[in-house]
């Protein structure tokens, strides 16, 4: 909704009573709330009903927007996509009565000054609804029944009807006339229409609109063609200035807002029209009121015809201000011309400060398995009531292990009013990961920052409980076997099984060729299967080797051929350390990923697990090495790598649970 006028709109509704007597004892007494009050046509009411509705014997309760469900202007209680409390129309640049639309360049309780509104009372009937929607309404008096009627709209009679269905028939009520018969003199007089939304000059609506908002372009003619230029008018209709025309400065009246002792407003700004084809010269402008000053703006000494600036207004309330309202006003003046609505009024509502508290005051502790995250622990946020708001509300958390993860705070929050802060812990070592998160605000605020201790534990994960794929306890072969894909010419391979261990061991010039020896081609690929995103293996350093120095486990195996894959993770050991590293070129290089300090000896077992996330954790025998972050997410095989002369025992894997 882009530059709109929604300006004094009445809600109505329906109220089915008790039976009535008499002849009317069939139907229920159906009474309209609140009452039309108009005595004509066209007349808008300025007091409100005597039938106990909202706004009664007081000011008419006007409502510009609403979605099914809701009580009231600012009260919304639909529920739909936008989630708890409900659906909400946004207008931007346009003009309303009020409810909560402040923002978005809206003017709230600002009358738009057309030349004549018109007012008719209920143009729908008061059940509602439309031809696309509808409420249950009660039963109403037949056609053809002949009782006198309970329903009446001004003393004009419509009979609420259903038909052969059972379903309501909308009935519509006025307008009767278009012109306003007051204006009646003799015969053949042109009566004035009774609504003219063409705006008075001194409209604050004029030139308040936006060209274009989040893509959405306003039209380039108004409803009578007339071209648009520059920021639009707010409406339908474009205000077109003649010469002499008076300027006026909008809004008449301007709220700074709530403001802390000691604090600031925001800027507001006045908006100068010259509604004239003659330029303004002499521009003076004056703000007075303790408190009150300019504050920028585009106004300078001359203002071109046809066009607008604005003054920038603010109050800076001292340390010793006394609470309460505040006023000051805002002349404008020029050479030649009287400028309409200067000078304007200012007001604005001085508070104490912001007072802050923060629940619970820590500290907060948190536990979870390393690579994983705890569960959500949650602060809450208050400010006091009868305070002012709270501005730049910010959360800083001290350690990358903690996350905001949601809550309700944003940048601000309103007297009397709490939001919420999320957060959890992931951590990446087992033991201890201490940090703090820190709540502030923009000064003048008690209470803030607020500083909450956080107590994280890392917990090291269960080793996975994995089964023998290949014990490699048969006679000694010049490859792995049936059950392993690698690199075989002329039946040789770089591993293979010698004294029931595999062994790398470079086989004769003659009969293997370079092509399958240990420094080329020394791994190898389970064949059986290709396991889920998340799988591990393990295997033994074998007894009788001289090192373990290049032995590795290689996971999510994929790409290239079954002997000759592309892709894979591998997890290597020099003895002192665990590397993990990944490749895409079939292992002509490796991209490291990190590594961790763990030691490894002949007899000691290896085991790596790789998530589907691509977090690779370690272990060597049952003690918890640490985690490794790669890039390699996916299925795939796994396999084994060892250098010459290198001795592996008791190869394992599967899916890790």
């Excluded at 309404?137 to 609420?160: C, I, S």
């Excluded at 010269?281 to 106004?299: E, F, N, Q």
């Excluded at 000759?564 to 020099?574: G, Q």
């Excluded at 290089?589 to 790596?608: C, E, I, M, Y």
Aim: charged share 5%; hydrophobic share 40%.
């Amino acid at each position: 909704m882009l530059n709109d006028a929604l300006w004094h709109n009445r809600a109505f509704h329906v109220e089915v009573g008790d039976m009535a007597t008499g002849q009317q004892n069939t139907q229920k007494v159906v009474t309209l709330v609140p009452s039309l009050n108009q005595t004509y046509t066209g007349m808008c009411a300025s007091v409100g009903t005597s039938n106990g509705a909202p706004g009664s014997s007081g000011p008419v309760n006007y409502w510009d927007l609403g979605v099914r469900g809701d009580s009231g202007p600012s009260t919304h209680n639909s529920t739909g996509l936008s989630g708890p409390g409900g659906w909400k129309m946004v207008p931007r640049n346009s003009i309303l009565s009020g409810g909560d639309y402040a923002g978005n360049g809206n003017l709230l309780g600002t009358d738009p000054q057309v030349i004549a509104d018109y007012c008719n009372g209920s143009r729908l009937p008061p059940e509602g609804g439309g031809q696309f929607a509808g409420f249950n309404a009660p039963a109403g008096r037949a056609e053809t029944t002949g009782l006198y009627p309970v329903f009446a709209l001004n003393q004009v009679v419509a009979a609420p009807t259903v038909d052969e269905g059972n379903n309501w028939v909308n009935l519509t009520f006025g307008p009767f006339s278009l012109s306003n018969a007051a204006g009646y003199t003799v015969a053949g007089t042109v009566l004035p229409p009774l609504a003219d939304k063409h705006l008075a000059s001194g409209s604050p609506a004029i030139n308040a609109g936006a060209a274009s908002v989040l893509g959405n372009t306003a039209p380039t003619v108004d409803f009578y063609g007339t071209n648009r230029s520059g920021n639009p008018d707010i409406g339908a209709v474009e205000y077109v200035a003649t010469a002499g025309a008076a300027p006026s400065l909008s809004p008449g009246s301007l709220d700074l807002g709530i403001v802390a002792v000691g604090g600031t407003t925001a800027v507001q700004n006045l908006v100068l029209h010259n509604n004239s084809t003659v330029g303004m010269t002499g521009i003076g402008v004056a703000v007075s009121g303790t408190g009150y000053a300019r504050s920028g703006g585009t106004c300078g000494t001359t203002l071109a015809a046809s066009s607008t600036c604005t003054i920038g207004v603010v109050y800076t309330s001292p340390a010793n201000d006394p609470l309460g309202p505040k006023v000051g006003q805002a002349t404008v003046t020029a050479t030649g011309v009287t400028v309409l609505n200067s000078p304007a009024a200012l007001t604005t509502n001085v508070v104490v400060p912001p007072s802050i508290t923060v629940t619970p005051a820590g500290p907060l502790s948190f536990s979870a398995t390393v690579g994983a995250s705890s569960a959500a622990q949650t602060l809450t946020v208050a400010n006091a009531a009868n305070t002012s708001m709270l501005n730049g509300l910010s959360v800083t958390i001290g350690s990358a292990r903690y996350t905001r993860t949601g809550g309700t705070c944003g940048t601000t929050l309103d007297a009397g009013a709490s939001c919420t802060i999320d957060m959890t812990f992931s951590p990446l070592a087992v033991g201890a990961a201490n940090s703090s998160v820190t709540v502030s605000g923009t000064a003048p605020a008690t209470g803030v920052p607020a500083v909450v201790t956080l107590n994280g534990t890392g917990v090291a994960p269960a080793l996975p409980a994995l089964g023998v794929l290949d014990n490699f306890n048969r006679a000694n072969a010049s490859t792995l076997g049936s059950n392993w894909a690698q690199v075989v010419v002329s039946s040789n391979a770089a591993l293979r099984v010698n004294t029931n261990q595999a062994v790398c061991a470079n086989p004769p010039i003659l009969s293997g060729g370079p092509l399958a020896n240990c420094t080329l081609n020394p791994l190898a690929y389970w064949n059986a299967s290709s396991f889920g995103a998340a799988q591990a293996a393990a295997m033994t350093a074998g007894a009788g080797a001289t090192s373990v120095n290049g032995e590795a486990l290689l996971l999510k195996v994929s790409g290239g051929t079954a002997a000759i894959p592309t892709n894979w993770i591998r997890v290597s050991t020099n003895g002192t350390q665990v590397s993990v590293a990944t490749t895409t070129n079939a292992g002509l290089s490796f991209t490291t990923a990190g590594t961790l300090t763990a030691a490894v000896a002949a007899g000691n077992t290896l085991t790596a697990r790789a998530d589907a996330n691509g977090v690779v954790y370690v272990w060597v025998n049952s003690t918890f090495a640490g985690i490794v972050q790669t890039t390699v997410t996916g299925s795939g095989r796994i396999g084994m790598l060892m250098p010459l002369n290198q001795r592996v025992d008791n190869f394992a894997g599967g899916n890790a649970p």
